[in-house]
């Protein structure tokens, strides 16, 4: 069964100042998508950013980047110029290539401190 | 265009009673998946449905079920309902296919309190 594991259930972070979101996984699968989803306090969850597994280069959305490691099953996220706007929960999702089935971790709660 | 709408978004019930919440997904969008998401248990997957079909199902009781209409809305049905029911229900919709790469788009989500 897939697993996604979240260590770190609440961060925080200075403004401008940048933060890492771990995320691990389990899978016997080869080909799958990862996910981070954010969803601030009272709003709804929108997506982050996206990785293909089949894809070597790490994601890039503007401030947000990933650092995927196959081997490792890891996907952490990385904010830079952390805002106050980010302060939020982050889910770290996993999808098989079949299937839309949805596996999330159980979040971290990031605070941007002004 | 219009993201995914849920309604009602906030439902107070009776343990014992059943509930009906109801999800519109993005136009265009055929799939439409439900979670169920508690501070405990954390963003638990019910089931999903595409093109009227369910799809996948999560490991909850058969007094949660779905169904969805050839328009793509989906409706989310529990009966008897518990007090451990309650939870924020959040629908997802999504191009689709199996197989596909399309991430899921979700809702705000329904808060259902049982008393």
């Known amino acids: 069964a897939q697993t996604v594991t979240q260590s770190q259930p609440e961060m925080s972070v200075q403004e401008a100042e940048t933060v890492t979101l771990s995320c691990t996984y389990d899978t016997s699968e080869s080909d799958y998508y990862l996910f981070w989803y954010k969803q601030p306090p009272s709003r709804q969850m929108i997506l982050v950013i996206r990785?293909?597994?089949?894809?070597?280069q790490n994601a890039t959305e503007n401030r947000f980047s990933v650092n995927f490691q196959k081997a490792a099953k890891s996907f952490s996220l990385k904010i830079s110029d952390s805002q106050l706007g980010d302060a939020a929960m982050y889910f770290c999702?996993?999808?098989?290539?079949?299937?839309?089935?949805?596996?999330f971790g159980t979040g971290t709660s990031l605070t941007v401190i002004p | 265009k219009a993201g995914v709408t849920q309604t009602p978004r906030y439902l107070i019930k009776t343990r014992g009673q059943q509930v009906t919440l109801s999800c519109s997904p993005i136009?265009?969008?055929?799939?439409v998946s439900w979670y169920q998401q508690t501070p405990g248990q954390g963003l638990q997957f019910l089931f999903e449905?595409?093109?009227?079909?369910?799809?996948n199902k999560g490991n909850f009781p058969g007094r949660f079920s779905g169904r969805q209409f050839s328009n793509s809305r989906s409706e989310m049905n529990v009966s008897t309902l518990e007090l451990g029911d309650s939870a924020l229900y959040l629908c997802?919709?999504?191009?689709?296919?199996?197989?596909?790469?399309?991430?899921?788009?979700f809702g705000p989500g329904t808060r259902l309190t049982v008393t």
């Open positions: 999702a996993y999808r098989k290539n079949t299937g839309n089935q949805f596996y």
């Open positions: 136009s265009g969008h055929r799939s």
């Open positions: 997802a919709s999504s191009l689709g296919p199996q197989g596909s790469s399309y991430e899921q788009y």
């Open positions: 990785q293909e597994a089949y894809k070597q």
């Open positions: 449905y595409f093109s009227e079909t369910q799809r």
